[in-house]
């Protein structure tokens, strides 16, 4: 009990990845012609990135903590050590509130206004876990508002502007990866789903279907306006941003006959981690961007 293998799991550092949308403000404000990125701002951003996968292990701890009955009566979330009781929950608290603490600090003498931020974000994340997640719909707007704050975090870490485009795109993008995931959920606990998690008794399969092609459309028409918008044309100096529209599309395409195919909708970090098509498709996506700021410079 209370190994150090099983203490790692509890924060889930597989989740970390999502914090990696932190990192757009510095990456996209590379580009930007209008903005000078200081040396320290990569260590800024870094930090930025890690505090808030420091907050978000603390939420996840508190999560499975309240969850722990509920996760018994899910096929793969009862291994999870808590649940499982790999992992005491004195410990967990004491280790929730020691993450939780360094990070809202940390994040204060980052950047007062970053500060605050992740002290919003946690308080979201709190109240989603203790109630809010109930409530079908905002369950999956309050995942998704969790990653514009990140996105919005980065630009405060480091003093940029972060087109409001681009928080609308991470919006979006993050509520089709929660939609197809309450999707993968209600197929895969089937009679037994509001038992695990009690928002799914409000969604059917048929809803979700919709909800996954509107957002899954807009997510592809804000993108390619922001390329195209006249704000993101003088920004980075260049109308050639358009040329990543087919990366994000293909990626798309891609996730959703993951999904619908091999019903990979359930954990899309590691689907995002694992599957070779989408892997080229990021770093090609990657390449682009990286040459199209380099040579528009």
């Known amino acids: 009990m209370n190994s150090p293998l099983d203490i790692l799991r509890i924060l889930r550092p597989n989740q970390w990845t999502k914090n990696l949308v932190v990192l757009a403000a510095y990456f996209f404000a590379f580009g930007d012609q209008h903005q000078s990125m200081p040396g320290h701002a990569l260590v800024r951003i870094l930090s930025a990135c890690a505090l808030f996968c420091l907050a978000s292990s603390s939420i996840y701890i508190i999560n499975d903590l309240h969850d722990a009955d509920a996760d018994r009566l899910h096929p793969t979330k009862r291994f999870r050590p808590i649940a499982a009781g790999r992992v005491s929950q004195t410990l967990a608290a004491g280790l929730a509130v020691m993450l939780l603490a360094i990070s809202l600090m940390g994040a204060a003498r980052l950047a007062p206004n970053f500060g605050l931020l992740v002290c919003v974000y946690v308080a979201m994340q709190a109240a989603y876990t203790y109630g809010l997640k109930k409530i079908a719909l905002l369950d999956v707007f ?41 999707r993968h959920e209600k197929i ?38 922001y390329t195209l918008s006249t704000e993101t044309v003088q920004k980075f100096g260049t109308s050639l ?8 599309i293909f990626g798309i395409f891609r996730y959703l006959d993951l999904v619908y195919r091999k019903d990979a909708g359930g954990r899309p970090e590691k689907t995002l981690l694992t599957d070779g098509i989408l892997i080229v498709d990021l770093i090609l996506y990657g390449l682009c961007l990286l040459g199209i700021f380099t040579f528009s410079r």
């Open 142 to 182: 309050i995942i998704a508002t969790g990653f514009v704050l990140r996105a919005a975090g980065g630009g405060l870490a480091i003093h940029v502007h972060v087109s409001p485009w681009l928080l609308v795109c991470a919006f979006l993008l993050a509520l089709f990866l929660a939609l197809c995931k309450r």
């Open 188 to 225: 895969l606990l089937e009679d037994n789903a509001e038992g695990h998690r009690a928002s799914l008794e409000y969604y059917n399969t048929k809803l979700l279907d919709q909800l996954i092609a509107i957002v899954c459309a807009s997510t592809i028409v804000s993108y390619s306006v």
């Open 241 to 248: 941003l358009s040329l990543t529209i087919p990366f994000v």
